[in-house]
C-alpha cells in the first residue's frame, strides 16, 4: 500500500511541475559598429518562448531600440551589462522606443516576449526589432 501511495505521489508531483517548464529561449549575439546604418531584425516566437539579443556597446554612446510587434501583447526589455535580470527599460510600461546615451560600456540585452496572458494562449508574434548606436559628440 505504502509502495502505490508513493508512486501516486510521485505521478502527483510530476504533473504539478510540467506547467511550469517554459519554452526554452534563444539567445543571438548581434555586431553593430557605431554610426553605421540601422541594424533591423525580423522575426516570430510563440507562446513563452522569448529572444534575447545581445549587443556590445560603448559607454558615451547613444543606443537606440525600436520594436514594432503584431500583438499589443508583445515588447521589448533592456538589461544592461551584468544585470540580475532586472530591466533598465521595460517596453510594457515605457513603450517600444528606447533612446539613450549610455553611461557603462558592455554587453546589453534585449529581451522580446510577450505578457503572460497572451503567452499562455500560444499566441505567436512577428516583430521587427531596429537597433542603432551614435558615437559621442
Given amino acids: ?27 543571438v549575439s548581434v555586431t553593430l559598429q557605431p554610426d553605421s546604418p540601422k541594424k533591423v531584425i525580423k522575426g516570430t516566437f510563440k507562446g513563452d518562448a522569448y529572444i534575447d539579443y545581445t549587443v556590445y556597446v560603448e559607454e558615451g554612446q547613444t543606443f ?3 520594436f514594432k510587434g503584431s500583438t ?25 522606443v528606447f533612446s539613450k546615451k549610455l553611461t557603462k560600456s558592455g554587453e546589453y540585452t534585449i529581451r522580446v516576449s510577450q505578457m503572460r496572458s497572451a503567452a499562455r494562449k500560444g499566441t505567436s508574434v512577428s516583430f521587427t ?3 542603432s548606436n551614435t558615437s559621442p559628440k
Avoid: C, Y
Avoid at 2 to 16: D, G, N
Fill in 64 to 66: 537606440k531600440v525600436t
Fill in 1 to 27: 500500500m505504502k509502495s502505490i501511495l508513493k508512486q501516486v505521489f510521485v505521478m502527483v508531483l510530476f504533473v504539478a511541475m510540467v506547467p511550469m517548464v517554459s519554452f526554452a529561449q534563444k539567445k
Fill in 129 to 131: 526589432l531596429t537597433l
Fill in 72 to 96: 499589443n501583447s508583445s515588447s521589448f526589455n533592456l538589461m544592461a551589462p551584468d544585470s540580475d535580470g532586472a530591466a533598465m527599460h521595460i517596453g510594457d510600461t515605457d513603450g517600444n
